[in-house]
């Protein structure tokens, strides 16, 4: 599935990293501690955060992450806005908790096998 499909669905709003919408996932991953997230998130990841800072599109090109959705209603930066762009990351924005989100993805059957 990809970024633009989940955006649809969800009905989440774009606020950054347009170029990529058509980015394939492959699963998703809670987490606001970077260095967890780094550790066990994989290619492909929809990443569900409450970070808005520039160090998530750092890990999330690292990573090869499909998107970033800041959840419960949280907006990005400026400079994580124009990083986002440059980088082609999507980032999505959200006003469930990433707990409520993440079941609904789930449900949808991306990632129920993803290692």
Known sequence: ??????????????????????????????????????????????????????NILAVAVLKEMAAIILVNGRLPDDDTKAKADDEGIPILVCDLPAYQLAGQLYETGIGKTAE
């Open 1 to 54: 599935m990809q970024v633009r499909e989940i955006q649809d669905i969800f009905h989440l709003k774009m606020v950054a990293g347009k170029k990529g919408l058509d980015n394939e996932i492959t699963g998703g991953y809670c987490g606001d501690l970077l260095s967890d997230v780094m550790a066990n998130s994989f290619k492909g990841t929809l990443w569900f955060t409450i970070q808005g800072h520039q």
